[in-house]
DNA sequence: TAACCGTGGCT
DNA sequence: TAGCCAAGGTT
């Protein structure tokens, strides 16, 4: 760790302060929450903008503030809405941690979110780099925020040649901001790493000649702005076969079923399905077999409506779209909801399903 | 440490 | 097109 930071010597760090956070208030995009320095707000658009772009995080930020524009409104809601606002925003754990942590902050810190690491860095899916969006961009305090653009930007500018895919290197970059950042404006310093990693330091062909800190960049000095950062490459994604059926019940409603609370799209409402775990169990009765089981109903599969495939970060689905039939009363519970075309609209499905549904209502449309 | 946890845009 | 990538956190 050392070694690498040796070269923060080299950097003017007045000058390199100065010559960022000037580019930053002259050229920075005019995003819904940087409006105001609402704690709330930062904490919820930095829980959203994980892993997750601006241009999408954009109309969900909106919406979500709409439907909960403070800690109470969101502590109060019910999970389902929360999940609703999230739809189709992905890593669907991000919101229920959100929901959890706000509720501790209401009940714990009255309503007001801590001001320091060491609390901060307790509530829920609060980690190190949220932890420092929040302190340094609500409250103005020096702290790190160390994202995937302040890796990539920082590695270049002191040529920092350790693998950015390991945990532990997020600390040396911690320890080069707190050498670097300014003291008397940190959240427009921190905001700035991030701006320039997203507008001019890009991972691919970043613009060094339109960069702002070009003079103080060691890795455009020596040519290597290209090879930079180090990221070692990611495992591949395993294949789940599924089987999924749109069901209908005589009174034409479509049984849904709410999934487990922990694990890939924790508390998400999904269509009934098995998995098929074996070549053999393709056959459409061995299938009904399965279902029935499963459900423990008298189950129809009609016929096949589709194929779908849906790409995760980590696995992929295929899944044989059904549409067919249930006979049996089935008692409703919170796990199971029979339900409209318009009260369908109401539950939170993963964009799998989504897809799914879209299937099922083209069906609809063009019978036979 | 490395796998898990979503989605859509880009090359 | 298939892989890479985006303001990470949890286990």
Redesign the pocket.
Known sequence: MLIELKNINKINITSFQNDLITWFQQEKRD?PWRKDRDPYKVWV??IM????????VIPYFNRFIEWFPDIDALAEAEEDKVLKAWE??????RVR?LQSAVREVKEKYHGKVPDTREEIATL????????G?ILSIAYGIPEPAV???VM?VLSRILLIWEDIA???TRKVFEEAVRKLISHEDPSSFN?AL??L??LICT??SPSCLLCPVREHCQAFEEGVQNELPV?T????T?EVQLAAAVLLNEDGKILIHKRPSD????NLWEFPNVELHHPIQHERGTIMDLFENSLGLNVHLNKVIGQIE??????VWKIKVYIGTINNKIEENSEWKLVSTEEIEEYAF???YQKMYQLFLKQQRTPK
Do not use: C, I, W
Not at 88 to 93: A, D, E, I, M, R
Not at 124 to 131: L, Q
Not at 310 to 315: G, Q, T, Y
């Open positions: 995003l658009s930095e903008l994980q892993q997750t772009r601006v241009d999408t189709g925003l992905g890593y669907y754990s941690n829920k899916g609060v980690g190190p780099y949220t932890a969006a994202d995937g653009n990539r390991k945990a532990s905001q991030m701006e990693g997203a991972p691919t990221k490459k990611k495992t591949k395993r694990g890939l799209l924790a849906h790409v995760f970060s980590h696995l993963p964009v799998s």
